[in-house]
C-alpha cells in the first residue's frame, strides 16, 4: 500500500493517490478532471505523464516506463492500473476479461427495483458520442449489472459491475434507463447544476500478473457523492453483485 516517504512521490500531483505499488504494476486513484493519458490537445496534465515522471524520479533520461492497461474517462474518477513492463502489461489485458470492475455511480430518480442488468448493443457516433443500436451487426454487445446502495430524494447510489467494457457503457445505459448519471454533461438531461460527473471506479478484483494471485484493491467513494444522497453507506466487500 501507499508509503507516505515513497521515492519520487514529489513529482506526483497531489491529488493523484497512489493505492499500490509493487514491481510490476501501480494502481493509482485518479481524480476526475484528469486524462489518463494524452490527447492531441493535452500532453502533460495526465496520470500517464505524472506517473512516467514518478517512476523516473524527475531524471527525463531515466529508461524506467509505465504501460497503460486501460483508462478512465476524463470525467471519471477511481481506480487505474499501469504496468511496469510491457509483459505485465499484456499479461493483465489477456485476462482483462475475468478482471472484476465495479463502480459507484449517482443517478436521477429512484430505480423501480433493487437491482438489474442492462444488456444493449453500442455503437460510436463520429462525434465521439455511444448511443445504442438494434442492429446487432454495427453495434458491440454491452452488459451491466446494478444494485442499489442507498437512495435519498430523487437520487440513487449504486453498485455498477461492468460485465463488458465498452466506451461510455455506463452512461449510456443509464441513460437509456431514464437514470442518467448526475452531473453527465453528455448524456445527461441537461441543466444538471452537479459540478462533476458522480461515476467512480470504487473496486477492481484481478489476477497479478507475476504472481498469478487474485488482488481486490478499493479507492473510497468520493465525499461529494454524500451530497446528493447522505452519508455513504459502506460498500460490500466482495466483488461482484
Known sequence: M???????????????????????????????????????????????????????????KSRNRIFIVHRLDRETSGLVIFAKSEEAK???????????????????????????????????????????TRDTTQGKLARTAWKVVQERGEYTLLDIELLTGRKHQIRVQMADLG???????????????????????????????????SMTLTAPVPTAFAQLVGKLAEPTPEPGL
Open 90 to 132: 499484456r499479461t493483465l489485458q489477456e485476462r482483462w476479461p475475468e478482471t472484476t470492475k465495479v463502480y459507484a455511480a449517482v443517478v436521477h430518480g429512484r430505480m423501480d427495483k433493487a437491482s438489474g442488468l442492462v444488456i444493449s448493443h453500442l455503437v460510436e457516433s463520429g462525434v465521439h458520442k455511444v448511443y445504442s
Open 2 to 60: 501507499t508509503a507516505p516517504s515513497r521515492p519520487g512521490a514529489r513529482h506526483l500531483p497531489s491529488n493523484l493517490r497512489i493505492v499500490h505499488e509493487d514491481r510490476d504494476i501501480i494502481v493509482v486513484d485518479k481524480p476526475a478532471g484528469m486524462l489518463t493519458m494524452a490527447t492531441d490537445t493535452e500532453k502533460t496534465r495526465t496520470a500517464y505523464f505524472a506517473l512516467t515522471d514518478y517512476v523516473r524520479k524527475g531524471n527525463s
Open 179 to 213: 437514470h442518467p448519471v448526475v452531473g453527465d454533461r453528455k448524456y445527461g438531461t441537461g441543466g444538471d447544476a452537479f459540478p462533476r460527473l458522480a461515476l467512480h471506479a470504487r473496486s477492481v478484483t484481478f489476477a497479478h500478473p507475476f504472481t498469478g494471485k
